[in-house]
Nanobody
Framework: VRLEESGGGLVQAGDSLRLSCAPS????????VGWWRQAPGKEREFVAG????????RYAESVKGRFTVSRDNVKNIVSLQMNTLKTEDTAVYYC?????????????????????WGQGTQVTVSP
């Protein structure tokens, strides 16, 4: 299973970006999907996640009210809409997925719970 992120780039503080995550060789229907990020010199951190049923979403406190995670199981894609970007949002953003058939409302927040990871996309926010 390979995940591919897209949509990163260089923007100014206050701007918006929309990241997308698409898988190869699978459909996302029964996969919880999370967005993570890693800034230089820092550990990878959870940003947002959505359950496979789309009935539950979770956000890190630092992005609540600014970021929105969504999924389109017809298009087989999960998106992260990032508004009012701040310089501290600068990082490599990764999507991750894990198969789940049993818990429609569960959103993993531990990186060890995700079996599949993308290569990441760089988001740089300038002052």
């Amino acid at each position: 299973v390979r995940l591919e992120e897209s949509g990163g780039g260089l923007v100014q503080a206050g701007d918006s970006l929309r990241l997308s995550c698409a898988p190869s060789s699978i459909t996302f229907t029964h996969y919880n999907v999370g967005w993570w990020r890693q800034a230089p010199g820092k550990e990878r951190e959870f940003v947002a996640g959505i359950s496979w049923s789309a009935t539950n979403v979770r956000y890190a406190e630092s992005v609540k009210g600014r970021f929105t995670v969504s999924r389109d199981n017809v298009k087989n894609i999960v998106s992260l809409q990032m508004n009012t970007l701040k310089t501290e949002d600068t990082a490599v953003y990764y999507c991750a997925a894990d198969q789940d058939y049993y818990y429609p409302d569960y959103v993993p927040r531990n990186s060890l719970e995700y079996a599949y990871w993308g290569q990441g996309t760089q988001v740089t926010v300038s002052p």
